[in-house]
């Protein structure tokens, strides 16, 4: 059976990738910030016996390398990093814009390589050997338009991590991937996004299951084509 950990689980994506893969029979490490409050979550739990919900706020490394610690005789075949904020949406030569760019860049950028870190063994002991991390189109140097100064940053930054991550961890067979979802109909992508969220993670999910060594680095879009760095 494929075992799957997911961060950010409470809602949108997160959540739709918890309810599509457990639906098709994978084991699913469901982690958010807040269990009590992830009532649509919880709700999923309650219906399959195969979702465990585990209490995990990525801005707290050290709840992070104590839940490696806790799970560490597991075998995990694809680790999702979706949890991630927006951040602020303008610039203010203040040091509060500042301190949010940092919290921004903590739980866009850090918390996915640390938890790469945290599970680097449980995933080298799987069978898949899949590490996801959802970035954005936003994070493209390439494609920059400007604007969204701390998002475009956390996501540039952590298409990096991953790219550097492919080519340290190319000795263990771990493929190393950022992964686009598209503009998504989510609260973070609003109302008018035209991508439904299912769509974007049957699709992603369809990538993420094709995916082999020989791709570790790429940065891919939801529907598989690959994105200018």
């Known amino acids: 059976m494929t075992t799957v950990l997911v961060t950010g689980t409470n809602r949108g994506i997160g959540l739709e990738f918890v309810r599509q893969y457990a639906q098709d029979g994978a084991r699913v490490i469901a982690c958010c910030r807040e269990p009590a409050k992830a009532d649509a979550l919880n709700g999923l739990a309650k219906a399959n016996a195969r979702i465990a919900v585990r209490k995990l706020d990525v801005s707290d490394f050290a709840a992070m390398f104590a839940l490696g610690r806790e799970l560490k005789d597991e075998a995990i075949d694809i680790l999702i990093n979706n949890a991630g904020i927006y951040g602020p949406r303008s610039e203010h030569a203040d040091p509060e814009y500042l301190a ?73 067979g771990i493929i190393c991937v950022p992964l686009d979802p598209g503009w998504v109909q989510t609260d973070m992508g609003g109302r008018n996004a035209p991508l439904p969220v299912a769509e974007s993670v049957a699709g992603m999910r369809k990538v993420i299951a094709g995916l082999t060594l020989a791709d570790s680095g790429k940065y891919l879009k939801w529907n598989g084509q690959e994105r200018g760095w």
């Open 100 to 172: 949010e760019w940092a919290k921004t860049m903590a739980v866009n950028t850090l918390a996915p390589g640390a938890m790469a870190m945290a599970f680097h063994a449980q995933l080298r002991r799987s069978g898949q050997k899949k590490l996801i991390s959802i970035t954005s189109g936003l994070g493209s140097t390439s494609e920059n338009g400007g604007g969204y100064l701390a998002y475009r940053a956390s996501k540039a930054a952590l298409n990096n991590v991953m790219r550097t991550l492919s080519v340290d961890w190319k000795k263990d």
